[in-house]
Protein backbone atom coordinates (compact mmCIF):
# COMPACT_ATOMS: atom_id res chain seq x y z
CA UNK A 1 0.00 0.00 0.00
CA UNK A 2 3.03 2.30 -0.11
CA UNK A 3 2.21 3.39 -3.44
CA UNK A 4 -1.73 3.68 -2.68
CA UNK A 5 0.09 6.25 0.27
CA UNK A 6 2.25 8.00 -1.20
CA UNK A 7 -0.28 8.86 -3.99
CA UNK A 8 1.58 7.80 -7.26
CA UNK A 9 0.30 7.68 -9.87
CA UNK A 10 -3.44 8.53 -9.72
CA UNK A 11 -6.71 9.19 -11.31
CA UNK A 12 -9.33 11.60 -11.34
CA UNK A 13 -12.35 11.05 -12.89
CA UNK A 14 -13.69 14.73 -13.39
CA UNK A 15 -17.19 15.69 -14.89
CA UNK A 16 -16.98 19.58 -14.77
CA UNK A 17 -19.28 19.93 -12.16
CA UNK A 18 -18.40 21.81 -9.08
CA UNK A 19 -19.14 18.88 -6.79
CA UNK A 20 -16.24 17.37 -8.45
CA UNK A 21 -13.63 20.24 -8.40
CA UNK A 22 -13.14 18.99 -4.19
CA UNK A 23 -11.93 15.51 -5.84
CA UNK A 24 -9.15 17.66 -7.54
CA UNK A 25 -7.91 19.57 -4.47
CA UNK A 26 -7.95 16.58 -2.30
CA UNK A 27 -6.19 14.32 -4.71
CA UNK A 28 -3.33 17.47 -5.19
CA UNK A 29 -3.34 17.46 -1.20
CA UNK A 30 -2.53 13.70 -1.28
CA UNK A 31 -0.12 13.71 -4.53
CA UNK A 32 3.28 13.18 -3.74
CA UNK A 33 6.47 14.95 -5.28
CA UNK A 34 6.44 14.27 -8.93
CA UNK A 35 3.01 12.47 -8.77
CA UNK A 36 1.72 11.23 -12.31
CA UNK A 37 -1.92 12.52 -11.91
CA UNK A 38 -4.78 11.51 -14.61
CA UNK A 39 -7.92 13.51 -15.34
CA UNK A 40 -10.35 11.55 -17.01
CA UNK A 41 -13.69 12.77 -18.27
CA UNK A 42 -16.11 9.96 -19.84
CA UNK A 43 -18.54 11.13 -22.17
CA UNK A 44 -22.02 9.36 -23.48
CA UNK A 45 -22.01 7.72 -26.75
CA UNK A 46 -22.95 10.93 -28.77
CA UNK A 47 -25.95 10.86 -31.10
CA UNK A 48 -26.68 13.23 -34.26
CA UNK A 49 -28.88 15.75 -33.30
CA UNK A 50 -32.14 15.38 -36.17
CA UNK A 51 -34.76 17.87 -37.89
CA UNK A 52 -38.44 17.52 -38.35
CA UNK A 53 -37.84 16.11 -41.64
CA UNK A 54 -35.63 13.10 -40.72
CA UNK A 55 -32.81 14.89 -42.07
CA UNK A 56 -29.62 15.52 -39.85
CA UNK A 57 -29.33 18.97 -38.50
CA UNK A 58 -26.03 17.84 -36.56
CA UNK A 59 -23.91 14.29 -37.40
CA UNK A 60 -23.10 12.26 -34.67
CA UNK A 61 -18.85 12.89 -35.62
CA UNK A 62 -19.96 16.40 -35.02
CA UNK A 63 -21.47 15.78 -31.96
CA UNK A 64 -18.42 13.91 -30.54
CA UNK A 65 -16.11 16.07 -31.94
CA UNK A 66 -17.94 19.14 -30.25
CA UNK A 67 -18.20 17.42 -26.76
CA UNK A 68 -14.48 16.28 -26.74
CA UNK A 69 -12.95 19.72 -27.40
CA UNK A 70 -15.91 21.11 -24.10
CA UNK A 71 -14.40 17.83 -22.64
CA UNK A 72 -11.17 18.95 -23.10
CA UNK A 73 -11.43 22.49 -22.34
CA UNK A 74 -12.83 21.38 -19.05
CA UNK A 75 -9.85 19.35 -18.13
CA UNK A 76 -7.66 22.25 -19.26
CA UNK A 77 -9.03 24.02 -16.63
CA UNK A 78 -9.28 21.12 -13.64
CA UNK A 79 -5.33 20.63 -14.68
CA UNK A 80 -4.39 24.37 -13.86
CA UNK A 81 -6.13 24.19 -10.51
CA UNK A 82 -4.41 20.69 -9.82
CA UNK A 83 -1.17 22.34 -10.33
CA UNK A 84 -1.64 25.52 -8.24
CA UNK A 85 -1.88 22.89 -5.66
CA UNK A 86 0.88 20.61 -6.82
CA UNK A 87 2.92 22.27 -9.02
CA UNK A 88 5.53 19.25 -9.25
CA UNK A 89 2.62 17.27 -10.57
CA UNK A 90 2.82 15.49 -14.27
CA UNK A 91 -0.72 16.04 -15.55
CA UNK A 92 -2.18 14.36 -18.33
CA UNK A 93 -5.55 14.56 -19.28
CA UNK A 94 -7.62 11.89 -21.19
CA UNK A 95 -10.96 11.63 -22.63
CA UNK A 96 -13.01 8.69 -23.63
CA UNK A 97 -16.33 7.52 -24.27
CA UNK A 98 -18.96 4.72 -22.69
CA UNK A 99 -20.17 3.86 -19.40
CA UNK A 100 -18.59 5.99 -16.33
CA UNK A 101 -18.02 3.80 -14.56
CA UNK A 102 -17.04 0.47 -16.55
CA UNK A 103 -14.53 3.26 -18.35
CA UNK A 104 -13.04 4.65 -14.53
CA UNK A 105 -12.21 1.23 -13.54
CA UNK A 106 -10.46 -0.48 -17.19
CA UNK A 107 -8.12 3.34 -17.22
CA UNK A 108 -7.41 2.58 -13.62
CA UNK A 109 -6.61 -1.28 -14.73
CA UNK A 110 -4.73 -0.03 -17.60
CA UNK A 111 -2.73 2.69 -16.25
CA UNK A 112 -2.00 0.91 -13.12
CA UNK A 113 -2.90 3.83 -10.97
CA UNK A 114 -2.67 3.68 -7.18
CA UNK A 115 -5.54 5.70 -6.60
CA UNK A 116 -8.74 7.04 -7.72
CA UNK A 117 -10.25 9.72 -6.24
CA UNK A 118 -13.71 10.76 -7.18
CA UNK A 119 -16.65 13.19 -5.41
CA UNK A 120 -19.91 11.30 -3.99
CA UNK A 121 -21.93 13.08 -6.50
CA UNK A 122 -21.34 14.91 -9.76
CA UNK A 123 -23.71 16.33 -12.45
CA UNK A 124 -27.54 15.30 -12.21
CA UNK A 125 -27.28 15.38 -8.08
CA UNK A 126 -29.85 17.37 -6.28
CA UNK A 127 -28.30 20.33 -4.83
CA UNK A 128 -27.34 20.52 -1.45
CA UNK A 129 -28.05 16.78 -1.08
CA UNK A 130 -24.85 14.97 -1.35
CA UNK A 131 -25.30 11.36 -1.94
CA UNK A 132 -22.64 8.24 -2.91
CA UNK A 133 -23.68 8.50 -6.57
CA UNK A 134 -23.90 5.35 -8.74
CA UNK A 135 -20.76 5.88 -10.40
CA UNK A 136 -18.80 5.97 -7.15
CA UNK A 137 -20.89 3.31 -5.68
CA UNK A 138 -20.09 1.30 -8.61
CA UNK A 139 -16.51 2.23 -8.61
CA UNK A 140 -15.77 1.50 -5.52
CA UNK A 141 -16.89 -1.87 -5.52
CA UNK A 142 -15.26 -3.07 -8.43
CA UNK A 143 -12.07 -1.18 -9.13
CA UNK A 144 -8.81 -2.77 -7.80
CA UNK A 145 -7.36 0.17 -6.32
CA UNK A 146 -7.86 2.12 -3.47
CA UNK A 147 -10.90 4.64 -4.14
CA UNK A 148 -11.17 7.85 -2.38
CA UNK A 149 -14.52 9.08 -1.95
CA UNK A 150 -14.65 12.91 -1.69
CA UNK A 151 -17.26 14.93 0.31
CA UNK A 152 -18.76 18.11 -2.33
CA UNK A 153 -17.03 21.55 -0.32
CA UNK A 154 -18.16 24.87 -0.67
CA UNK A 155 -16.48 26.06 -2.96
CA UNK A 156 -13.30 26.43 -0.81
CA UNK A 157 -11.00 23.97 -0.49
CA UNK A 158 -11.36 21.71 2.96
CA UNK A 159 -7.92 21.06 4.51
CA UNK A 160 -7.76 17.66 5.92
CA UNK A 161 -6.98 17.84 9.94
CA UNK A 162 -6.43 14.39 10.86
CA UNK A 163 -6.84 10.72 9.78
CA UNK A 164 -9.22 8.46 11.24
CA UNK A 165 -9.37 4.84 11.14
CA UNK A 166 -12.08 2.36 12.58
CA UNK A 167 -11.13 -0.81 13.76
CA UNK A 168 -13.36 -3.86 14.18
CA UNK A 169 -10.80 -6.82 14.92
CA UNK A 170 -10.56 -8.10 11.63
CA UNK A 171 -7.46 -8.35 9.60
CA UNK A 172 -8.75 -6.92 7.01
CA UNK A 173 -9.71 -3.52 8.95
CA UNK A 174 -6.07 -3.29 10.04
CA UNK A 175 -5.17 -3.51 6.67
CA UNK A 176 -5.73 0.53 7.07
CA UNK A 177 -2.74 0.80 9.30
CA UNK A 178 -0.35 0.95 6.89
CA UNK A 179 -1.79 3.75 4.76
CA UNK A 180 -2.75 5.63 7.81
CA UNK A 181 0.77 5.73 8.77
CA UNK A 182 2.55 6.38 5.88
CA UNK A 183 0.10 9.68 5.36
CA UNK A 184 0.28 10.87 8.59
CA UNK A 185 4.30 10.87 8.70
CA UNK A 186 4.22 12.64 5.20
CA UNK A 187 1.58 15.17 5.53
CA UNK A 188 2.80 15.67 10.17
CA UNK A 189 -1.35 14.60 10.84
CA UNK A 190 -2.92 12.69 13.74
CA UNK A 191 -4.64 9.89 13.76
CA UNK A 192 -7.63 8.33 15.55
CA UNK A 193 -8.10 5.45 16.15
CA UNK A 194 -12.16 4.07 17.24
CA UNK A 195 -13.31 0.27 17.91
CA UNK A 196 -17.02 0.21 18.35
CA UNK A 197 -18.71 -2.03 21.05
CA UNK A 198 -22.54 -3.09 19.91
CA UNK A 199 -23.48 -5.81 21.73
CA UNK A 200 -26.85 -5.17 20.81
CA UNK A 201 -25.73 -6.52 17.23
CA UNK A 202 -24.70 -9.79 18.82
CA UNK A 203 -27.84 -10.90 20.18
CA UNK A 204 -30.97 -11.62 18.93
CA UNK A 205 -33.48 -8.49 20.07
CA UNK A 206 -36.37 -10.87 21.40
CA UNK A 207 -34.66 -12.30 23.46
CA UNK A 208 -34.58 -11.06 27.30
CA UNK A 209 -30.45 -12.25 27.83
CA UNK A 210 -30.62 -10.42 31.38
CA UNK A 211 -33.07 -13.11 32.33
CA UNK A 212 -32.06 -15.88 30.22
CA UNK A 213 -28.14 -15.48 31.42
CA UNK A 214 -28.35 -13.53 34.36
CA UNK A 215 -27.47 -9.80 34.52
CA UNK A 216 -24.15 -10.60 36.06
CA UNK A 217 -23.09 -12.72 32.93
CA UNK A 218 -24.77 -9.94 30.60
CA UNK A 219 -22.74 -8.07 32.03
CA UNK A 220 -19.27 -9.93 32.25
CA UNK A 221 -19.93 -10.11 28.34
CA UNK A 222 -20.43 -6.39 27.74
CA UNK A 223 -16.87 -6.04 29.84
CA UNK A 224 -15.06 -8.69 27.74
CA UNK A 225 -16.28 -6.82 24.62
CA UNK A 226 -14.95 -3.33 25.56
CA UNK A 227 -11.37 -5.11 26.93
CA UNK A 228 -11.31 -6.67 23.76
CA UNK A 229 -11.93 -3.19 21.74
CA UNK A 230 -9.52 -1.55 24.39
CA UNK A 231 -7.01 -4.06 23.60
CA UNK A 232 -6.87 -3.38 20.09
CA UNK A 233 -6.96 0.22 19.88
CA UNK A 234 -4.06 0.39 22.11
CA UNK A 235 -1.98 -2.02 21.00
CA UNK A 236 -2.25 -0.33 17.51
CA UNK A 237 -1.95 3.26 18.57
CA UNK A 238 1.21 2.65 20.90
CA UNK A 239 2.80 1.24 17.61
CA UNK A 240 2.19 4.52 15.75
CA UNK A 241 3.35 6.45 18.78
CA UNK A 242 6.64 4.52 18.32
CA UNK A 243 5.78 5.09 14.14
CA UNK A 244 6.53 8.76 15.02
CA UNK A 245 2.83 9.75 14.84
CA UNK A 246 0.52 11.64 17.02
CA UNK A 247 -2.04 9.13 17.83
CA UNK A 248 -5.46 9.13 19.74
CA UNK A 249 -7.90 6.17 20.52
CA UNK A 250 -11.11 5.49 21.70
CA UNK A 251 -14.26 3.35 22.43
CA UNK A 252 -17.63 3.79 21.89
CA UNK A 253 -20.96 2.21 22.30
CA UNK A 254 -23.74 1.58 19.78
CA UNK A 255 -24.41 1.26 15.82
CA UNK A 256 -21.39 0.84 14.33
CA UNK A 257 -22.06 3.29 11.40
CA UNK A 258 -24.52 5.90 13.24
CA UNK A 259 -21.39 5.78 16.39
CA UNK A 260 -18.36 6.78 13.72
CA UNK A 261 -20.06 9.06 11.96
CA UNK A 262 -21.17 11.28 15.11
CA UNK A 263 -16.93 10.71 16.33
CA UNK A 264 -16.03 12.34 12.60
CA UNK A 265 -15.51 16.14 11.73
CA UNK A 266 -15.35 17.25 7.91
CA UNK A 267 -11.99 17.77 8.23
CA UNK A 268 -10.92 14.33 8.53
CA UNK A 269 -10.09 11.64 6.76
CA UNK A 270 -11.38 8.26 7.09
CA UNK A 271 -9.64 5.24 6.09
CA UNK A 272 -11.10 1.87 6.38
CA UNK A 273 -11.14 -1.50 4.35
CA UNK A 274 -14.10 -1.62 2.14
CA UNK A 275 -14.79 -5.45 3.58
CA UNK A 276 -14.25 -6.74 6.75
CA UNK A 277 -15.77 -8.97 9.84
CA UNK A 278 -14.78 -9.33 13.49
CA UNK A 279 -15.80 -12.35 14.86
CA UNK A 280 -15.70 -10.65 17.81
CA UNK A 281 -17.81 -7.97 17.52
CA UNK A 282 -20.13 -8.48 14.71
CA UNK A 283 -20.22 -5.67 13.06
CA UNK A 284 -18.21 -5.23 9.73
CA UNK A 285 -17.21 -2.55 7.46
CA UNK A 286 -18.40 -4.04 4.18
CA UNK A 287 -21.68 -2.91 5.62
CA UNK A 288 -21.09 0.39 7.30
CA UNK A 289 -18.90 1.78 4.70
CA UNK A 290 -21.32 3.15 2.34
CA UNK A 291 -23.48 4.69 5.41
CA UNK A 292 -20.49 6.18 5.91
CA UNK A 293 -20.11 7.68 3.01
CA UNK A 294 -23.28 8.77 2.26
CA UNK A 295 -24.51 10.07 5.61
CA UNK A 296 -20.94 11.29 6.79
CA UNK A 297 -19.49 14.76 6.10
CA UNK A 298 -15.73 13.42 5.85
CA UNK A 299 -13.77 12.51 2.70
CA UNK A 300 -13.33 7.96 2.91
CA UNK A 301 -10.17 6.26 1.40
CA UNK A 302 -11.36 2.66 1.11
CA UNK A 303 -9.12 0.47 0.64
CA UNK A 304 -10.12 -3.07 -1.57
CA UNK A 305 -9.01 -6.48 -0.38
CA UNK A 306 -8.39 -9.38 -3.01
CA UNK A 307 -11.34 -11.74 -3.35
CA UNK A 308 -9.81 -14.83 -1.54
CA UNK A 309 -8.55 -13.10 1.70
CA UNK A 310 -12.62 -11.71 1.85
CA UNK A 311 -13.77 -15.21 0.84
CA UNK A 312 -11.28 -16.30 3.80
CA UNK A 313 -12.33 -13.65 6.26
CA UNK A 314 -15.82 -14.58 5.75
CA UNK A 315 -15.85 -17.84 6.08
CA UNK A 316 -13.86 -17.85 9.11
CA UNK A 317 -16.34 -15.34 10.98
CA UNK A 318 -19.44 -17.90 9.67
CA UNK A 319 -17.89 -20.46 11.48
CA UNK A 320 -17.59 -18.66 14.59
CA UNK A 321 -20.90 -16.92 14.30
CA UNK A 322 -22.85 -17.20 18.15
CA UNK A 323 -25.20 -19.90 18.06
CA UNK A 324 -28.23 -17.84 18.75
CA UNK A 325 -27.70 -15.80 15.70
CA UNK A 326 -27.81 -11.70 15.06
CA UNK A 327 -28.98 -9.09 13.09
CA UNK A 328 -27.12 -8.29 10.02
Given at each position: MD?????????????G???????????????????????L???????????V???????????????????????????????T????????????????A???????????????????????????????????H???????????I??????E???I?????????S?L????????????????????????????????????????????R?????????????????????????????????????????????S?????????????????????????????????????????????????A???????????????
Amino acid sequence: MDRAAGATPILIPFDGSPAAGAALDAAAWLAAHGAAITLLQVLPEPRAIPDVLGGTIVSRDDMERSSRRAAQAELGAAGRRVRTRAPTARIESLVSIGDPAETIVAVARERDVALIVLTCHGRGAAPGRPTFGSVAHRVARTARQPVMIVQPDDGEPRPIQRLVVPLDGSPLAERAMPVATAIARRRDLPAHLISVVDVADRLVPALDYAAAIGAQRLDELVAGCHAAAAQLVEGHGARLLRDGVTASWSIANGPAATTILESLAPSDLLILSSHGMSSVRRWHLGSVAEKLIQNGRAHVLLLPAPPDVVAAAEAGAAQTEPAAGGRS
